[in-house]
């Protein structure tokens, strides 16, 4: 592959010197620098609304606080239960080469139990549920109508690598993806998500990081290209139009338009997350 030019106006974007040696037993070393000092700085932020709201005898909102851990631990222990319901579960004679594939995966991230699921959903986002095994994963039906080969492989390492990293477990406390919550209380994720963002956007460069050690990083980028843009479009996507948007995206008022959307959103935009994963393990070996 000719690789793409990564320099503009003396702006360059970030690729090591040579891709890294990834090693699967590394998982846990491999998360991303900013999620730990994140986690930390949510904890404090949650302490100190809760010791705030005690202090001014807020009693409606530790409520509700008790309310959505309420929900999110039933939601947790009624997972297996509730997909068993409402989907097709992924064994050895149902779905066997999906099954094959975690199986292959659990292996090398040394992953505790899962149980994974197809449920037919119109969303591109996996669910991972549970603080103990066996966990639970939801592929949504759309998802696998777009993927397949080391791109699903990179979707699944992902939701392993969730698991090994303690996101499901952090989620019940922090109150997790608005899918998750009841009807009733899906609105303070809304509110949650401008408190605990930063951290959240840590979470999601760390599975990619997984993903990217049970796939490759070209599979990697060319999943989220097609999560993104479209299966049919994005044959047409250009790794040098791409570097060229993360250019723009330095320049003038686009920087602080660009810092300001990503602040208020608790998922990295798709430009960020390609820059994460290129600065961390190198170009593709293909064009995406």
């Known amino acids: 592959m000719e690789f793409p030019n990564t320099e503009r106006d003396g702006w360059r974007l970030k690729v090591p010197s040579a891709p890294p040696r990834l090693d ?6 491999y998360r991303h620098p900013t999620e730990l000092p994140m986690l930390w700085l949510a904890l404090v932020t949650l302490a100190v609304l809760l010791v705030g709201a005690a202090m001014l005898k807020q009693k409606a909102g530790l409520l509700g606080v008790a309310g959505i851990w309420m929900a999110m631990i039933v939601t947790s222990l009624q997972a297996v239960t509730h997909n068993l319901l409402r989907g097709a579960e992924v064994t050895p004679t149902q779905f066997p080469e999906i099954y094959r594939m975690v199986q292959e995966l659990r292996q090398r ?6 149980r994974v699921f197809v449920v037919r959903r119109f969303s591109f986002e996996l669910e991972t549920l549970g603080f103990s095994a066996p966990y639970t994963i939801v592929l949504p039906s759309v998802l696998l109508d777009s993927l397949e080969g080391d791109r699903l492989r990179y979707v699944l390492g992902r939701a392993l690598g969730r698991i090994r990293f303690g996101h499901t ?6 109150g997790g993806d608005e899918s998750t919550l009841p009807t009733l209380l899906s609105w303070v994720a809304r509110v949650r998500d401008l408190i605990f963002a930063g951290y959240r956007r840590a979470q999601v460069l760390s599975a990619d990081r997984a993903g990217i050690l049970a796939s490759g990083v070209t599979a990697a980028i060319e999943t989220q290209i097609i999560i993104s843009v479209g299966n049919s479009q994005a044959h047409q996507v250009r790794s040098d139009d791409l570097i060229e948007q993360s250019y723009q995206l330095t320049r003038g008022l686009g920087r602080v338009h660009a810092a300001l959307i990503t602040l208020a959103s608790a998922m990295p935009p798709l430009i960020y997350r390609l820059e994460a994963m290129v600065e961390w393990a190198g170009l593709p070996n293909r064009e995406p």
Do not use: G
Not at 109 to 114: E, M, R
Not at 169 to 174: D, H, Q, Y
């Open 109 to 114: 991230f040394q992953a505790p139990l899962v």
């Open 169 to 174: 477990r952090i989620e019940i406390l922090l």
């Open 24 to 29: 699967d037993a590394r998982l846990l070393e």
